[in-house]
C-alpha cells in the first residue's frame, strides 16, 4: 500500500522539542517535494516548512522560522521535522504531503493554500500538543 506515514508527535511542555518524521511505504521519495502542514481547531491547514527533492531545498513560513528544520534523508526514505522551543500556539495535528515536481519552487509548494492543490500522497496526521 502506498502511503506517508507520520510519526513522533505528542505532549510537550512550552520551550520543548519534537522531530517529526514522515516515512514512506510503498514508494520512493527521492523524486517528490514534501510539505509539513499543520491544522489546528477551527482552523484552516497552512503550510509550515517544505523541501525539494533533487536538491533539498527548504522554505519556512513565518511560524516556524528560527525553531523548525526539515531536513530529509533519502536512504531511510523520510522526512523530518525537527521543532524547538515549541508554543502552544504550534498545537496542531501535522501531516505531510508529497508532490512529485509540480511545483515550480519548493516556495510555491508552501505558499500556495493545501486545500487548493492535489498533492500525490498526504499522511493520516499526529498531534502536537504544547502545554504546561
Known amino acids: 500500500q502506498l502511503q506517508l506515514v507520520e510519526s513522533g508527535g505528542g505532549l510537550v511542555q512550552p520551550g520543548g522539542s519534537l522531530r517529526l518524521s514522515c516515512a514512506a511505504a510503498g514508494f520512493t521519495l527521492d523524486y517528490y517535494a514534501i510539505g509539513w502542514f499543520r491544522q489546528a481547531p477551527g482552523k484552516e491547514r497552512e503550510a509550515v516548512s517544505c523541501?525539494?527533492?533533487?536538491?533539498?531545498?527548504?522554505y519556512y513560513a513565518d511560524s516556524g522560522k528560527g525553531r523548525f528544520t526539515i531536513s530529509r534523508d533519502n536512504a531511510k526514505n523520510t522526512v523530518y521535522l525537527q521543532m524547538n522551543n515549541l508554543k502552544p500556539e504550534d498545537t496542531a495535528v501535522y501531516y505531510c504531503a508529497a508532490d512529485r515536481e509540480g511545483f515550480t519552487t519548493v516556495r510555491d509548494m508552501c505558499v500556495i493554500p493545501p486545500a487548493k492543490y492535489e498533492y500525490d500522497y498526504w499522511g493520516q496526521g499526529t498531534q502536537v500538543t504544547v502545554s504546561s
Open positions: 523541501i525539494s527533492s533533487r536538491f533539498g531545498s527548504t
